[in-house]
C-alpha cells in the first residue's frame, strides 16, 4: 500500500493488465453531470427498477404459477376452506407465514408504482426541457418504449396473483383484446389460449413475461438508454456563461457526483422499504380469490392503468357495426386506441417539432418551458387530456365520498375531456409568453443598471 | 484485541494530514478542497453507525418477530432507516466532505471523416458484385421466409383462426340450473326482488359462458320480444352473467321498492356500470355496454319443478368481437 | 277530536331544508312522558311520517297537486305490515323521515328517541298486520369464512367486498362500517330501497349469522402490512405515491442536486 496515494498500486495494475480498464475507467471517473435536481429523476426510476429486481428474485421463489385448485387451510382463518389456485394459495402463503415476505412483498408493489410515477415525472421534464431534440431522439424513443412496457408489466405482475379485484382486470383485458376490430377475436384467443378464463398455460405466460421476457428486454433498453445519454453526455441549462452548445459544465463523477446518485439511491431504496414495511398495499387476502362469476364494487387497476378505466367509463355505450359484423367493440376506444394515441403522440412530437420549426441544429442547452410556448403548451394539453380521462375513472369513489352525482360527472368529465386540453393549451402558451416578456424587461433592466453603476464609478 | 478500542479513538479523534501530493505528482486532476468542517466526518460516521444499528436490528427483528406481531412493520422499518441513514450519510458525504467542482467536458462532435470511411468500406466491399438488385431482392426474399418461419410458431397458443370457440357454450335444451352447491334450483327457489347465481350443471363453472344470473319479475311487467315470449316462466329470467362490455360479472340487483319515486329493476355491472333491463329482456340502458344482455330461455320442468334451459343463449357470452352478432 | 290534533299538528310541520332531512324539523308533542307508547306513536307518526306515508299509513301513489303542507312534496309507500323490522331499520339509521320522496334515504344522525322509535313502530304496526318483528342475530355463532363466502356471493357487488360501499346506476350503496347486527340483519331480510330482500330461503338465519360476523369483522381488518388507508385498494395507494413518495423523492432530489439560478 502506497503511503501517499489512497488506493492500493496493486489494484489498479491488477484490473488494468487484466482488462484494459484503466483508460476507461479514468474517463468515466471525471465524466462531468452538469448538474440540477431534475436530472435526476430518471435515476429515481432506474434505481425502482433494481429493488423490483431484488425483490421480485425473491418472490419469485416462493410463487407457483399454477392454476390448479386446492382447498386452502393456511392460517389466515376467513379464508379456511375455499377453493382457490395454487397461485393465490401460494401468496397468501407469502404474506402470512413467510418472514419477511409481506414486507418484500409490498415494497415490491410500493416500487412498481413508484418506478411509472418516476418515469412519468422524468418524461415530464424531458419533454417541457426539449431534452428530447437531436441528438438525442433514439435516446427519448428507447425511454418511451420502456414506459409503454412497464404499463403491461406492471398489470401482469398484480394480475398473477389471481385475485378477485386483479381477476376483474384481467377479464376487462381480455374484453379490450377481443374489441380490436378485425382481429379482436383471434388475438384474445392467442394471447388467452382460448375463450376466458383460457387454457392454464395462460398463467405460465403471464409469469414468464413478467419474470423473465420483460425483465430483460427492459433492462437491455434501460442499458441503451444509459449508454446513449453518456455517449451524447447529459444535455444542460445554460446557467453559467461557460455553458455552451459545445462545452458541458458540471461535476464529475469521482469525487463529486458519484456520493449523491449512491445517496439518491439508498434513499429510493430506504423509502420504498419502508414504504413496503408500513404502509399496506394491495391485501389480496381481503379480496378473497378470483372466480368469473364474482366480482366487486370499486374495484380499480393500479394508478398507472386508472386513465384506462376512466376511458373505458366515459366512452358512450355501443358497438361500431356494419350490418352483422362488428367492427369495433366497445373498449376498444377506451382501452387500447387512447392509450396508442397518446403514445404515438409523444412518440412523433420530436419530429413534429423539428418539421414546424424548421430547427435541424443539435441541441445540448436545454430550454427552460417559457422558452418555447408552443411546445409546453402543447404538452400541458396533453397531459391535461389525459389527466381528465384518468380523474373520470374515479368517479364512482367521488359519488360514494362526496356525494357528486355519478351521471352528472361522466358528462362533464366527457366536456372537459375536449374543452380542457383547448382551453389548457391557450392559457400557457400566454403564460409562457408573460413570462418571456418579463425576463426581457428583466435583462434590459439589469443592463441599465450596469451601465448606471459603471457610469456612477467613473 | 487491545488495540482495538485504541484504533476506535484515533479513527475518531485524528485527522489525517494533508497530503503534499501536489509537489510529488505535479499538477492535481482533482482540485484539492478545505479540511472537512469539524463536525461533518463525525456526523457522516455516526450516520453510518446507526445505519449499522439498524441493519443488525433488521437481523434481530427477522429472528425474534412473528408475522403476526407487527412483523413486517419492524423489518420494514429497520431496513427502511438502514438505508435511509445511509443516504443521509451518502449527502452529508457530498456536501461537506467532497470538492465542488464545476469542471468542463466537450460535447462529442461528429466524426465525419469516419463516417466517410464507413461508407468507403461498404462501398469497396461490393467491387465483385455486379447484380446487387438481384443478390438484394433474393435476400429480401429469403429474409420473409425466415421471418414467417420464425412467427409462425406463435400460432400454437392457442386457437387463433377458429373464432367459432368464442361462441362455445355449455347450455343445451334440457340443461338443469343448479347453484353453487350443485343443487338444482327449484322455480319455487327464485323469489322475486332478489337475484341468483346459476351455473349449468356438471360442466366447467370457471368457463365465462357459464354462471347465469336469475330474477323474477311480475309476468305483467315483462316486455320481451315476440320471439322470447315464453322464455320467462312464471316471469323467472335468466341471464348471462358476464357483461357484455368487458366481461366482468354482473353482481348488482337494483329492486326499487315504490316505483314512483325510484328507478326501475335493473341488472348492473360493477366495473363500469353498464346497466341492463331485465324486463325487456337485458337491453342497455346506461353505460358503456354496446350489446345487450344475452337471455337463457328457460322452462319449468312439468315433472319436478325443476328450472333447465330451454334453449342455448341468444348470443354469444361476453364482450363483442367481430363476429358476436352473426 | 283526532283530526283536529293531527291538522294541528300537521300546521306545525316547518318546511324542511331541500336536501337533508328534518332534523330540526322532527315535531313533538308537548308532553311525551304522559303520553302512552302508541299515542305518542300517532302523534309523531302524524307530524313527522304522514305527509308521504299517508295519515293511517297508507302510502300517497301520486303526489297531490301543489305541495303539501310545510311544503313537502308528499310521496310514499304503504307502511302496512312491513313490519317492526323495516321500521326499526329505517328509523334506528336516521334514513327516515326523508324529506324529499325522491331523494335516497342515507344514513344520518338519529333524531328520534329510542322510546319514540318504538313508538312510532307500536303505533304503525297496529294500523294493520303485524308484519315481521326485529330480527335477533347472533354472529358469534357465525362463521367467518362462512361469511366471507356468502358476502361476496350476494353483497359484495354493491357493498364492495370488504363492506367500504359503492356505486349503483342510481345510487349511493353505503358502507357497513356501522351498522349494528341487528341493522344488519333487518337490511338483509327488508331490502331497503334498492337493495334487494334475501328471505330466509335464500340466506337461511344461520348463514346470515355468519355474514354479519365477517361484515363486524371488517371493522378490525388485520391489516398486517401497516396503515390500512382505507382497505379499498388502488386509488388509496395512487394517492400515496403521488402525494407522499413522489412529494418526497423530488424533495430528495431538490435536496441532492442544485437549482437553477437567475
Known amino acids: 500500500m502506497s503511503g501517499r496515494t489512497g488506493m492500493p498500486d496493486d489494484v489498479v495494475a491488477w484490473v488494468d493488465r487484466r482488462t484494459g480498464a484503466a483508460p476507461f475507467l479514468k474517463k468515466a471517473m471525471r465524466y462531468v453531470f452538469p448538474d440540477h435536481w431534475s436530472f435526476l429523476l430518471g435515476e429515481v426510476a432506474l434505481y425502482s427498477f433494481v429493488v423490483l429486481v431484488g425483490t421480485g428474485i425473491f418472490l419469485a421463489l416462493f410463487f407457483e404459477d399454477s392454476t390448479a385448485k386446492v382447498v386452502y387451510h393456511g392460517s389466515y382463518a376467513p379464508l379456511a376452506g375455499f377453493h382457490m389456485t395454487k397461485a393465490y394459495a401460494s401468496v397468501l402463503h407469502l404474506s402470512w407465514d413467510v418472514k419477511g415476505g409481506l414486507l418484500m412483498r409490498q415494497t415490491h408493489h410500493w416500487a412498481a408504482n413508484i418506478f411509472v410515477a418516476a418515469i412519468v415525472l422524468h418524461l415530464i421534464r424531458i419533454f417541457f426541457t426539449g431534452a428530447f431534440r437531436k441528438p438525442r431522439e433514439a435516446t427519448y424513443l428507447i425511454g418511451l418504449l420502456m414506459l409503454m412496457i412497464a404499463l403491461p408489466e406492471g398489470y401482469l405482475g398484480y394480475s398473477l396473483v389471481d385475485d378477485l379485484l386483479s381477476g376483474m382486470g384481467l377479464a376487462i ?32 405466460r403471464m409469469y414468464i413475461a413478467h419474470v423473465l421476457i420483460i425483465p430483460i428486454l427492459l433492462a437491455t433498453l434501460i442499458t441503451i438508454h444509459l449508454v446513449l445519454v453518456a455517449s451524447r453526455h447529459h444535455t444542460q441549462f445554460s446557467r453559467l456563461p461557460r455553458q455552451t452548445e459545445r462545452t458541458v459544465v458540471g461535476s464529475p ?54 386513465w384506462l378505466i376512466g376511458a373505458l367509463r366515459i366512452v358512450p355505450g355501443f358497438d361500431l357495426t356494419i350490418g352483422d359484423y362488428t367492427v369495433v367493440g366497445n373498449p376498444f376506444w377506451g382501452g387500447a386506441l387512447f392509450p396508442l394515441v ?31 410556448p408552443r411546445r409546453t403548451a402543447f404538452g400541458a394539453a396533453l397531459l391535461t387530456w389525459v389527466l381528465a380521462v384518468f380523474f373520470a375513472g374515479s368517479a364512482d369513489r367521488a359519488y360514494e365520498t362526496f356525494g357528486f352525482s355519478y351521471n352528472a360527472q361522466i358528462w362533464i368529465y366527457r366536456a372537459l375531456v375536449i374543452l380542457a386540453p383547448l382551453v389548457v393549451y391557450a392559457l400557457t402558451r400566454k403564460v409562457c409568453r408573460e413570462l418571456q416578456a418579463a425576463d426581457r424587461v428583466e435583462l434590459v433592466s439589469k443592463a441599465a443598471e450596469e451601465e448606471a453603476r459603471a457610469a456612477s464609478a467613473r | 484485541m487491545r488495540r482495538l478500542p485504541v484504533a476506535v479513538i484515533a479513527a475518531l479523534l485524528g485527522r489525517r494530514g494533508r497530503r503534499a501530493a501536489a509537489e510529488a505528482h505535479g499538477e492535481r486532476i482533482v482540485p484539492e478542497g478545505e479540511p472537512a468542517p469539524l463536525g461533518a466526518e463525525l456526523v457522516v460516521a455516526a450516520l453510518l453507525v446507526l445505519s449499522a444499528i439498524c441493519g ?41 466532505l467532497v470538492v465542488d467542482e464545476d469542471a468542463e467536458e466537450d460535447y462529442p462532435e461528429p466524426h465525419p471523416a469516419e463516417q466517410a470511411e464507413v461508407r468507403e468500406i ?118 348471462s352473467k358476464i357483461c357484455t362490455h368487458a366481461g366482468c360479472a354482473i353482481s348488482m340487483y337494483r329492486k326499487p321498492l315504490f316505483a314512483p319515486a325510484d328507478p326501475r329493476p335493473a341488472l348492473v355491472c360493477p366495473c363500469h356500470y353498464s346497466t341492463f333491463d331485465p324486463a325487456t329482456g337485458g ?36 364482450p363483442s368481437w367481430s363476429g358476436v352478432r352473426e | ?58 302510502g300517497i301513489a301520486r303526489a297531490p297537486k301543489g305541495q303539501g303542507s310545510g311544503g313537502i312534496t308528499g310521496l310514499g309507500p304503504s307502511l302496512r305490515g312491513v313490519g317492526a323490522r323495516a321500521l326499526d331499520f329505517y328509523l334506528s339509521t336516521g334514513r327516515m323521515p326523508l324529506s324529499e320522496p325522491d331523494a335516497e334515504p342515507e344514513r344520518q344522525g338519529v333524531e328520534l328517541s329510542r322510546r319514540e322509535i318504538n313508538a312510532i313502530i307500536a303505533y304503525v304496526t297496529s294500523l294493520g298486520p303485524p308484519g315481521p318483528p326485529v330480527p335477533d342475530p347472533h354472529p358469534e355463532a357465525g362463521a367467518i369464512n362462512d361469511g366471507l363466502h356468502l358476502f361476496t356471493e350476494h353483497c359484495a357487488g354493491c357493498h364492495q367486498v370488504v363492506g367500504q360501499g359503492g356505486v349503483v346506476t342510481g345510487a349511493r350503496v353505503p358502507p357497513l362500517q356501522y351498522a349494528t347486527a341487528t341493522q344488519i340483519a333487518e337490511a338483509v331480510r327488508a331490502g331497503p330501497y334498492l337493495m334487494p330482500i334475501f328471505s330466509d330461503k335464500q340466506i337461511s338465519d344461520a348463514q346470515l349469522d355468519s355474514i354479519i360476523r365477517y361484515v363486524l369483522s371488517t371493522r378490525n381488518p388485520p391489516d398486517r402490512g401497516g396503515w390500512g388507508i382505507g382497505n379499498v385498494g388502488p386509488i388509496p395507494e395512487g394517492m400515496v405515491t403521488w402525494l407522499l413518495a413522489c412529494v418526497l423523492l423530488v424533495g430528495l432530489c431538490v435536496l441532492i442536486g442544485k437549482r437553477l439560478k437567475a
Open chain 2, 283 to 318: 337491453d342497455v340502458i346506461f353505460g358503456p355496454a354496446g350489446r345487450p344482455l344475452p337471455q337463457l330461455p328457460l322452462l319449468i320442468d312439468p315433472a319436478t319443478r325443476e328450472l333447465k334451459a330451454a334453449g342455448g343463449m341468444s348470443g354469444p357470452v361476453g
Open chain 1, 342 to 372: 397518446v403514445f404515438i403522440i409523444l412518440g412523433v412530437y420530436p419530429f413534429w417539432e423539428r418539421r414546424r420549426s424548421g430547427d435541424r441544429q443539435t441541441h445540448n442547452l436545454l430550454d427552460r418551458p417559457r422558452d418555447n
Open chain 1, 173 to 204: 383485458g381480455y374484453g379490450v383484446a377481443l374489441s380490436v376490430p378485425f382481429i379482436g377475436g383471434n388475438l384474445a384467443q392467442l394471447l388467452w389460449g382460448g375463450p376466458f378464463p383460457g387454457d392454464p398455460q395462460f398463467w405460465s
Open chain 2, 56 to 96: 443488525a436490528g433488521f437481523v434481530v427483528a427477522f429472528a425474534v418477530t412473528t408475522p403476526a406481531t407487527h412483523q413486517t412493520q419492524y423489518l420494514g422499518l429497520a431496513l427502511g432507516l438502514c438505508l435511509t441513514f445511509l443516504a443521509a450519510a451518502a449527502i452529508v458525504f457530498s456536501k461537506r
Open chain 1, 253 to 306: 463523477m469521482v469525487p463529486s457526483y458519484a456520493p449523491k446518485s449512491i445517496g439518491l439511491f439508498f434513499g429510493t431504496t430506504g423509502l420504498l422499504f419502508l414504504l413496503g414495511g408500513l404502509i399496506q398495499i394491495n391485501p389480496i387476502w381481503e379480496w378473497g380469490p378470483f372466480a368469473t362469476s364474482q366480482s366487486t364494487n370499486a374495484a380499480q387497476p393500479d394508478w398507472y392503468l386508472g
Open chain 3, 1 to 58: 277530536m283526532r283530526r283536529a290534533i293531527l291538522t294541528g299538528v300537521l300546521a306545525l310541520v316547518a318546511a324542511a331544508p331541500a336536501a337533508a332531512q328534518p332534523r330540526a324539523g322532527i315535531v313533538r308533542p308537548a308532553d311525551e312522558r304522559g303520553l302512552s307508547l302508541l299515542e305518542l306513536g300517532r302523534q309523531l307518526f302524524a307530524g313527522n311520517c304522514s305527509s308521504c306515508h299517508g295519515g293511517l299509513a297508507r
Open chain 2, 122 to 239: 461498404v462501398r469497396e466491399s461490393g467491387s465483385r458484385i455486379t447484380r446487387k438488385r438481384l443478390l438484394l431482392g433474393a435476400g429480401g426474399l429469403a429474409g420473409a421466409g425466415l421471418t414467417a418461419a420464425l412467427v409462425a410458431p406463435a400460432v400454437s397458443l392457442g386457437p387463433v383462426f377458429d373464432t367459432d370457440s368464442l361462441r362455445s357454450s355449455p347450455w343445451t335444451r334440457g340443461k338443469r340450473l343448479v347453484d353453487e352447491r350443485e343443487r338444482p334450483l327449484l322455480a319455487y327457489d327464485i323469489e322475486p326482488n332478489t337475484f341468483y347465481t346459476a351455473y349449468p350443471e356438471h360442466e366447467d363453472r370457471d368457463r365465462i359462458a357459464s354462471p347465469v344470473i336469475l330474477v323474477r319479475l311480475d309476468p305483467n311487467a315483462l316486455k320481451l320480444p315476440a320471439d322470447r315470449a315464453d322464455w320467462a316462466p312464471d316471469g323467472i329470467l335468466a341471464f
